[in-house]
């Protein structure tokens, strides 16, 4: 079953910085747009981001315009995605997933373990 795999979460303090990837294993993302979204405690989860399979579209949840950008490397089958001047805000899980398309919010596959952004001092 198509499912992807996150990294890079970590504790850090606010205004630092992180770079989460998502990777793949068994399949090429390459064919897929792929999101990354986060859930925070007793919330619902919420998408951040997502790339075109090109990555020539991306597109950004407002609270995190200007703040984080997502990439990708085909040839290195990752995502990324660069967060900075975090806030306590933006403490969540984070996941990927890959999905229809950007425009949409339906995913392919199932949901990983994510990973674990804590921003606090």
């Known amino acids: 079953q198509l499912q992807l795999v996150e990294s890079g979460g970590d504790l850090v303090q606010p205004g630092g910085s992180l770079r989460l990837s998502c990777a793949a294993s068994?399949?090429?993302?390459?064919?897929?747009?792929i999101g990354w979204f986060r859930q925070a405690p007793g919330k619902e989860r919420e998408g951040v981001s997502c790339?075109?399979?090109?990555?020539?579209?991306?597109n950004y949840a407002d609270s995190v315009k200007g703040r984080f950008t997502i990439s990708r490397d085909n040839a290195k089958n990752t995502v990324y995605l660069q967060m900075n001047s975090l806030k306590p805000e933006d403490t969540a899980v984070y996941y990927c997933?890959?999905?229809?398309?950007?425009?949409?919010?339906?995913?392919?596959?199932?949901w990983g373990q994510g990973t674990q952004v804590t921003v606090s001092s």
């Open positions: 997933a890959a999905k229809v398309s950007c425009s949409s919010s339906l995913i392919i596959g199932s």
């Open positions: 068994g399949f090429t993302l390459n064919s897929y747009d």
């Open positions: 790339i075109s399979s090109s990555g020539g579209r991306t």
